[in-house]
């Protein structure tokens, strides 16, 4: 999804949701299973996220 950037993102779910929903799903699975495998490991808390259209790509925190 990042790839696409966010307008390229909202002008494909306009024209092509079906591929979106699938985009959605797979991107949610990927999440999950890092989820699931951070909790094997014994993980208290899995914290997971991305910047909305890299507008703090290179933080410095």
Not at 3 to 16: I, K, P, V, W
Not at 28 to 42: S, V
């Amino acid at each position: 999804m990042e790839s696409m950037g966010f307008e390229g993102f909202l002008y494909r779910y306009m024209d092509d949701r079906d591929f979106v929903k699938r985009l959605v799903w797979k991107r949610t699975e990927w999440f999950a299973e890092i989820a699931r495998y951070g909790a094997e490991l014994g993980a208290d808390f899995i914290l997971v996220g991305d910047d909305v259209a890299f507008k703090h790509l290179y933080s410095t925190c």
